[in-house]
């Protein structure tokens, strides 16, 4: 199986979720010149933990295609406030149908027979292409670009797609999961800024978890 590892706490959660479930995972990152690339450090972490390979694509040269997005585009400050929905900075449209074309076509050379990605519930409000609509028009849309050449029950899957995070919270906190092994800071600096909106959902999502924060935030 083939998943998409950012090295966010979603992604973490999904990796070891896999892993516990005794799925083979190869983790893969995808580098689309976001500013917080240094995610990708928890994603090694995350494949170091359960023992899986771990391999990021250098698509970094897409940013400059997708100008005026806060996580692409160096002019464009990360705003200190939630998601707004629709029209987002921080939002970088088709971003999924990018990634998930990659690990597709990853997935149909090695004959892998899944593609799984930690879409939430929740998250197509401000990014359509994190909804179950969206997977399954991806699938069926690959189904036809892929005929003949992937197998057959080759597909892209979503585990926690009806999932919020702190739910996702309290499955990694069952899991053994080390939050200070992941990274959900936009801006990319030392520590979480704590203003971002993912340092925001992060912080409230911990809250309704009732679970224990211990990430470190320069607001602090």
Request: charged share 20%; proline share 4%; with cysteine.
């Amino acid at each position: 199986m083939i998943a998409i590892v950012s090295g966010g706490l979603d992604s973490v959660v999904l990796a070891h979720h896999l892993h516990a479930e005794g799925h083979e995972v190869h983790l893969l990152s995808i580098d689309y010149g976001q500013r917080h690339r240094k995610e990708h450090d928890y994603a090694r972490i995350a494949a170091d933990r359960i023992g899986a390979e771990h391999e990021i694509v250098d698509l970094s040269n897409v940013a400059s295609m997708l100008p005026g997005y806060s996580l692409t585009d160096s002019q464009v400050d990360v705003p200190d406030q939630h998601y707004t929905a629709p029209g987002s900075v921080n939002v970088v449209p088709n971003r999924n149908v990018i990634l998930l074309s990659v690990a597709y076509g990853k997935a149909a050379a090695v004959k892998a027979d899944q593609v799984a990605i930690g879409a939430l519930a929740g998250d197509a409000s401000t990014a359509p292409d994190c909804s179950a609509e969206f997977i399954a028009s991806f699938n069926a849309m690959e189904k036809v670009a892929c005929a003949g050449y992937a197998p057959a029950h080759l597909e892209v899957v979503a585990p926690f797609i009806d999932l919020h995070k702190h739910d996702v919270i309290r499955l990694g906190e069952k899991l053994g999961v080390d939050w200070t092994e992941t990274w959900s800071c936009f801006k990319g600096t030392e520590v979480h800024c704590g203003t971002c909106a993912a340092c925001v959902d992060r912080i409230q999502a911990f809250e309704r978890a009732e679970t224990t924060d211990p990430t470190v935030y320069f607001k602090e």
